[in-house]
């Protein structure tokens, strides 16, 4: 029996006769349930109705793997290769042997790991393919809905150095612990974030916000903003990856998030400049 996938977020659950009652992802306010209700799907039908792997080089040493046409909430995973092995980010809830096989031939990965839960997507079916190791923040490991079967798993929080030159970085906001990763080697040695849905590129690609939830366009306070700009601040980058193929802030991306972040505050506050009826 296969496990059950939710059509709206792509997370999994359990292989049983029937699928949950809810998705306890989309309950949650950060998502949301269809108007029909709640949908539940399963690899084999996806692949049916045609979804295959997208596999495309990001930039040297960063393999992206998403899904076409996209299916639910739509990320692409992220390979972060080192000479030490790889870390994959951001699982697609969709995964087929495509997938699988340019992962190991990149050289596969000891670690898979996730920016938040809305990103757990396929993660166990990653982990348990290439053996490698699942690493949840602490704040959130109960959210992992996929049987944990056959897994490796270990929580870690604040920072965690997973590999050389790649660390991940609890930044809060979103989720509790909604995470990026640091990759120092990328964008030609000027360093890269991985940000998913924690730190959210624009599409001007020229600024990010920050948000509690996407789809019911609620914000974050003032504390948790400031909390996610400090939790990268002493880190090299200049650019960042969100949790989709677009947008992507190219450069100036430390700047610009420290910039975007005063930004909010200031709407927050009633005190933005032309934000005034
Ligand atoms: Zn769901
Ligand atoms: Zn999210």
């Known amino acids: ?31 949301w349930v269809p108007p029909g209700g709640q949908r539940w799907t399963t690899l084999a039908e996806l692949a049916a109705n045609g979804h295959r792997a ?27 290769r080192t000479a030490d092995g790889n870390l994959l980010w951001d699982p697609s809830g969709f995964v087929d042997d495509a997938a699988i096989s340019a992962a190991r031939e990149a050289g596969g990965a000891r670690f898979v790991t996730a920016s938040h839960p809305h990103f757990y997507g396929a993660i166990a079916e990653w982990g348990r ?12 490991a109960g959210w992992l809905t996929a049987a944990a079967g056959g897994l490796q798993v270990r929580t870690w929080s604040d920072a965690l150095s997973v590999l050389p030159g790649v660390t991940l970085i609890q930044c809060g906001g ?51 903003v400031t909390g996610v700009a400090a939790a990268v601040r002493s880190y090299e980058f200049d650019r960042i990856y ?18 975007s972040a005063s930004r909010y505050i200031a709407h ?7 934000a005034s009826p």
Not at 129 to 140: H, K, N
């Open 1 to 31: 029996m296969p496990p059950w996938i939710c059509a709206t977020c792509g997370n999994h659950y359990p292989a049983a006769d029937a699928p949950p009652a809810v998705c306890l992802i989309c309950t949650d306010e950060r998502q």
């Open 54 to 80: 997208d596999v495309r080089e990001v930039e040297p040493g960063l393999l992206g793997i998403g899904t076409e046409p996209p299916f639910a909430i739509g990320q692409r995973s992220l390979l972060v």
């Open 129 to 140: 393919a290439l053996g490698a190791e699942v690493l949840l923040p602490a704040a959130d």
């Open 174 to 224: 979103h989720f509790p612990g909604s995470a990026v990763v640091h990759w120092g080697p990328g964008a030609g040695g000027r360093g890269v974030l991985l940000s998913g849905d924690t730190i959210f590129v624009t599409p001007g690609e020229d600024r990010v916000t920050f948000v509690w939830s996407a789809p019911n366009r609620l914000p974050l306070p003032e504390a948790a």
């Open 242 to 259: 969100g949790g989709w193929w677009t947008p992507v802030l190219r450069s100036g991306a430390k700047q610009a998030v420290e910039r």
């Open 268 to 274: 927050l506050r009633g005190e933005a400049q032309g």
